[in-house]
Every structure is written in C-alpha cells, then in structure tokens.
C-alpha cells in the first residue's frame, strides 16, 4: 500500500507501489490553492479523488480499499471509500505503515522521519519519499 503521514504543516509520502515493489511517478500527495492532499490505495481512485478535493469535479465512487488525508485551513480531515469527512488529529499517517509512522510522531519525529522509519518496518512502504509543505 503506502504510508502518508502529516505533522506540522508538512506531508510525506513513500514513492512505492505494490506492482513488482518498484518506484512509481504516481502522484501519492499533492498541493492546490493552499489544500493538500494525501491518498492512498486504487492509484485510479487517488486520482479520482484529488480531482474532486482540488478541482470541485464530481463525487466519485471508490473501492473499498481507500483511504485519504485533506489539509485544509490547518485542519486535517481523513477520508475513507465512503467519503465521509472525519476530523482527525493535528498529526497522523495512513496506509499499511500508518502505525509506525504515528508512533515515530508520538515519539517527536515529523512527517519525513515517520515515512523513513515506517519504510523501515512496513514492506509495502519504499521508495523516494516525497513531501509537500502548507508554506
């Protein structure tokens, strides 16, 4: 899957997909008009669901296997496959390497230490990580 972990005004996410374990050029987080999105799961459901959190498109319909993370405002929303908006902490991480990243923040790490110890713990969590800022 992935790991996306936010804290701070900064998100991060791993670059790897589960095809083969390779680096992909997919677009795991992005940043629009001071919105940031994170998402991971279907790669065709991510882009589906930047397009209507960044570009006002249409509600799309997910797969089950779905979870996101919205910026807005310094408010973090996190999202599933049914697009119910659920308020979360200031900090957080989702994908299979959720766990480990939440804990390394627990622990005082930021977003770009908790997806490198995440891709430590996490096999589905490699690659490059990438970051986007709110400033």
């Not at 570009?55 to 496959?81: C, H, I, M, W």
């Amino acid at each position: 899957m992935t790991t996306i972990a936010y804290k701070d005004g900064v998100m991060a996410a791993d670059s790897q997909t589960d095809w083969f374990y390779r680096e992909t050029v997919d677009i795991k987080i992005q940043k629009k008009h001071g919105v940031m999105v994170g998402s991971c799961g279907n790669t065709g459901d991510g882009k589906k669901f930047r397009d209507w959190i960044l570009n006002k498109g249409d509600k799309p319909e997910l797969k089950d296997k779905f979870s996101a993370l919205v910026v807005r405002n310094g408010r973090v929303t996190q999202y599933d496959s049914c697009l119910v908006p659920m308020r979360s902490e200031k900090y957080t991480a989702i994908g299979s390497g959720a766990a480990f990243a939440i804990a390394a923040m627990d622990c005082g790490k930021n977003a770009i230490e908790a997806v490198r110890i995440a891709k430590r713990r996490d096999i589905s969590t490699g690659g490059r990580i990438r970051t986007i800022k709110t400033k």
